[in-house]
């Protein structure tokens, strides 16, 4: 059986998603970050850098996201949640993966957590701002590549990985002056991850409740 520890709504919510899509057993362990339970010596001992998640499989202790999500697409690959290993459609699978974690993801990080960066509170504001309207470029970006593809979901027909995680990024947009939502291609993107058993099971389980993004 799987562990997964997790806070509602955060960088879980993905992996959250794809083991309910697999239907694998699996026991969600909550990591308090209201109580800082992240940075406590037993969580450091799973994660040293003090982030969530944490995946535990077995004696397998994984952490990183993106690194969460293949990890699962592999061990369960009839689940269908990535292409063939050594195709083209592998590739795109790849590219959009590090897309999300490494540039989508690490400028959501600048928008929420300025005041690390920053020596007093207006310089911080100036970064939260920057951020956004970064952010916003790469949310026009994925709306045209949406706008493009073959299918609902982010690679085309087929329900991958890297849309649960797309889902879950664009939710993080919901309190931004242009939210994810707010693109038409992006908004029926969500709408179909969302409409999903295993999204909405994975949403309940984690008590995170309307609005979703």
């Known amino acids: 059986m799987y562990q997964l520890y997790y806070y509602p709504g955060n960088a879980n919510?993905?992996?959250?998603?794809?083991?309910?899509?697999?239907?694998?057993?699996?026991?969600?362990?909550?990591?308090?970050?209201?109580?800082?339970?992240?940075?406590?010596a037993e969580y450091l001992k799973l994660n040293p850098a003090g982030r969530i998640p944490v995946l535990v499989d077995g004696g397998l202790v994984l952490y990183e996201t993106a690194a969460i999500c293949l990890h699962l697409a592999d061990r369960h690959a009839g689940a269908g949640l990535a292409p063939a290993l050594g195709s083209n459609e592998r590739a795109e699978f790849y590219k959009w993966l590090v897309y999300l974690t490494n540039t989508l993801q690490a400028e959501l990080m600048l928008?929420?957590?300025?005041?690390?960066?920053?020596?007093?509170?207006?310089?911080?504001?100036?970064?939260?701002?920057?951020?956004?309207?970064?952010?916003?470029?790469?949310?026009?970006?994925?709306?045209?590549?949406?706008?493009?593809?073959?299918?609902?979901?982010?690679?085309?027909?087929?329900?991958?990985?890297?849309?649960?995680?797309?889902?879950?990024?664009?939710?993080?947009?919901?309190?931004?002056?242009?939210?994810?939502?707010?693109r038409p291609h992006l908004g029926r993107f969500l709408d179909t991850v969302m409409a999903r058993p295993a999204t909405q099971r994975a949403f309940a389980a984690e008590g995170i409740t309307a609005p979703f993004y």
């Open 13 to 40: 919510l993905a992996p959250h998603i794809l083991l309910e899509e697999i239907g694998a057993d699996y026991e969600l362990v909550l990591v308090d970050r209201d109580k800082n339970e992240q940075k406590s």
């Open 111 to 182: 928008y929420f957590y300025p005041e690390r960066l920053a020596d007093d509170a207006a310089a911080a504001a100036q970064i939260k701002t920057h951020a956004e309207s970064r952010v916003g470029g790469m949310l026009d970006f994925i709306e045209a590549t949406l706008a493009a593809a073959t299918g609902p979901f982010l690679l085309g027909a087929q329900f991958r990985a890297v849309d649960p995680y797309l889902l879950m990024l664009c939710r993080w947009t919901r309190g931004m002056h242009n939210p994810a939502r707010k």
